[in-house]
């Protein structure tokens, strides 16, 4: 009795090696996440236990401000901050106060140089998102409060309101005023 698995797996593995571009290396990932940190986390409560009285009968305010920030760290390595700010308040009182600067090294493979900062600062902050949002259900939940679940974020919006030039934002202006459509919008 002759084990034809065997044969049949060196046939295979024989013809892949000779199949054309057989020897031409796997495509790199565009993006691969070397490590990813809290480079600083911040939480306070300073008008606890009070405050607690306060929510049970209001609703706090809370507004949230949220930034991505890049830098080179060497050739084709970058690290990516994703710094989260929010205070919510009850009336003229603060609740608590929280602040994340979440970071991320990735390496990105080849892509056109007009491509690098948009994927640094929209796809690489999209995917670190999630993280951020664990962090701060976490620490709203061991500050004595409910889980604060944020919304999801356009990191394309953002990318686009921090980087767009001068002129589109004056054609942007312009056509809201005029109440015609903006370059670029589909209508």
Known sequence: MSDTSTDAGAAAATSAQDAPGAD???PVAPIQFLGQFVKDLSFEAPHAPEIFQ???QTAPDIPISIDCAMRELKEDQYEVMLNLHLEATV????AFILE???GCVVKLGELPPEHVRPV???EVP?????????????????GGFPPLMLQLVDFMDLYRRKYATEEERQR???????????AGQNL
């Open 24 to 26: 031409q290396q796997q």
């Open 54 to 56: 306060d929510l049970r």
């Open 91 to 94: 009336g003229d009182k603060t």
């Open 100 to 102: 994340v600067a979440y």
């Open 120 to 122: 640094l600062m929209i």
């Open 126 to 142: 999209r995917q670190m998102y999630p993280f951020v949002r664990q962090i701060v259900a976490d620490a709203t939940v061991q």
């Open 172 to 182: 942007e202006t312009s056509a809201a005023v005029t109440g015609g459509p903006v």
